[in-house]
């Protein structure tokens, strides 16, 4: 269950994440689950779905929460890739060129030669979803 998010909830990563946050900004018990209600309307973060778990995220972030996720996936930018566009096009990757990246290396030099991208941290919304296509179709030919 690490990596695969539940019937209509958060994974278990997420989970742990939000935990984190609670330690991490030192959050009280009776805090914590007052967040929870107002931002992801629920009483436990294992309830959270995609969407509340992105509203409390926001709010822990804008009390001074840093995670290696936002720093990961360069959290939420006006006019760029969403976090969770980054996320698919690391994950596309991985499937097509069969190894982990972590430095992006080789997904910037594919970035760069094909979509004059230098970077995934400057892959905008727009050409988000035409990276995201390319990749979609070269994880599947390379299956086939």
């Known amino acids: 269950m690490t990596g695969r998010a539940r019937s209509g909830g958060i ?22 689950r007052t967040i929870l209600a107002r931002y992801g309307n629920v009483a436990s973060a294992a309830d959270l779905d ?11 972030t804008a009390l001074g929460f840093r995670s290696t996720w936002t720093k990961r996936t360069f959290g939420n930018r006006a006019g760029m890739a969403t976090p969770a566009q980054v996320d698919l096009i690391r994950s596309l990757w991985r499937q097509f060129s069969g190894t982990d990246d972590p430095g992006d290396s080789g997904l910037n030099a594919w970035l ?9 941290r400057f892959v905008g919304a727009e050409k988000a979803s035409k990276v995201i296509y390319a990749l979609k179709a070269m994880a599947a ?3 086939a």
């Open 112 to 120: 760069d030669k094909h979509h004059h991208i230098t970077a995934l």
């Open 50 to 60: 995609a969407q509340g778990f992105d509203y409390v995220m926001r709010y822990f």
């Open 11 to 32: 994974t278990a990563k997420q989970i742990r994440l939000i935990q984190v946050a609670k330690r991490e900004l030192k959050l009280e018990d009776e805090d914590y």
């Open 141 to 143: 030919r390379k299956k």
